[in-house]
C-alpha cells in the first residue's frame, strides 16, 4: 500500500521535476529579456514588465507590437489571447488540488506556467503518485518561477553582451516541444497535437497571432471528438 510522502519532499519533488526543461527554460527567458530591452523599454520597465506579466510569449509578443507603434488596445488584447490558454490549465488541474485558500488561488494562478502545468498533470494523472498534490504543483511553480526571472533579468541586463551569432531563437518552439511529445499518448492526443500544429501553420500570416489561438481551439476540439469516439466505440 502506498503512503503519501510528506508535504516537504512533496514540494522538493516538484521543484526538481522541472529542471529537465530548464535548458529550453533559460535562454527563452534571456531572449524574452532582450527583445523587450530592443523594444526601448528601460530596464527597470522590463522588470516590472516581466514581473507583471509573467508570460514569455505574451511578453515577447507585446515587445515586437510596441516597436511596431501598434495601439494599446491591439497589444493588450494579444496579450490576453496568447494568455487564454492558462485558463484552460487552471479548469483542468484545479479539481486534483482540492480545497484552496484565496492565497493559495492568487499564489498558484499567478506562477502558473506551461512547464508547471505540464509535469504536474502527467504526475496527477499516475494512479500509483505517492506525493501530495498540492506541495507538488507548489514546487513545480516556484522552481520555474525562480528560474524564468533570473533568466529574464539576466537578459534584460546583459543580453547586450551576446554576441549576434549565438542565436537563442530555438528556445521558444524547443521548450515548447519538450512539454508537447511526452504528453502525446493516444491517439486523440496524437490527433489534437498534429490538427493544432496544421491550423497554426495554415493560419501563421493572419494578424495579432490569432493563428496561434486558432490552432489552439482546432486542437481542442479535435481532441474532444476523438476521444468522444474512442468512448463510443471503446477503441
Not at 508570460?55 to 490576453?80: C, D, P, Y
Request: proline share 6%; with cysteine; glycine share 6%.
Amino acid at each position: 500500500m502506498l503512503t503519501s510522502r510528506s508535504t516537504k519532499e512533496s514540494f522538493f519533488t516538484g521543484a526538481s521535476t522541472i529542471i529537465p526543461v530548464m535548458p529550453g527554460i533559460v535562454p527563452f527567458g534571456m531572449l524574452t529579456g532582450v527583445v523587450t530591452i530592443a523594444a526601448g523599454i528601460s530596464p527597470l520597465k522590463a522588470i516590472f514588465m516581466t514581473l507583471f506579466m509573467f508570460a514569455g510569449a505574451a511578453q515577447v509578443s507585446v515587445a515586437q507590437l510596441m516597436t511596431e507603434n501598434s495601439s494599446a488596445i491591439i497589444i493588450i488584447t494579444t496579450a490576453i489571447m496568447i494568455n487564454l490558454r492558462f485558463v484552460m490549465y487552471s479548469a483542468s488541474i484545479t479539481p486534483y488540488l482540492g480545497s484552496l485558500n484565496l492565497w493559495q488561488r492568487l499564489y498558484l494562478s499567478y506562477t502558473l506556467s506551461d512547464q508547471a502545468y505540464a509535469v504536474s498533470i502527467v504526475e496527477f494523472t499516475r494512479k500509483d503518485s505517492p506525493y501530495q498534490k498540492l506541495p507538488f504543483f507548489f514546487g513545480a511553480c516556484t522552481s520555474l518561477y525562480v528560474t524564468w526571472m533570473a533568466s529574464t533579468i539576466s537578459g534584460i541586463f546583459f543580453g547586450s553582451l551576446i554576441p549576434p551569432q549565438w542565436s537563442f531563437d530555438f528556445a521558444v518552439p524547443l521548450t515548447f516541444l519538450a512539454l508537447l511529445v511526452p504528453n502525446i499518448t493516444d491517439r486523440p492526443t496524437a490527433l489534437a497535437a498534429t490538427v493544432a500544429a496544421l491550423t497554426a501553420i495554415l493560419t501563421v500570416s493572419l494578424p495579432y497571432n490569432m493563428g496561434l489561438m486558432i490552432g489552439a481551439f482546432a486542437g481542442i476540439f479535435a481532441g474532444y471528438f476523438a476521444s468522444k469516439r474512442k468512448e463510443l466505440y471503446h477503441e
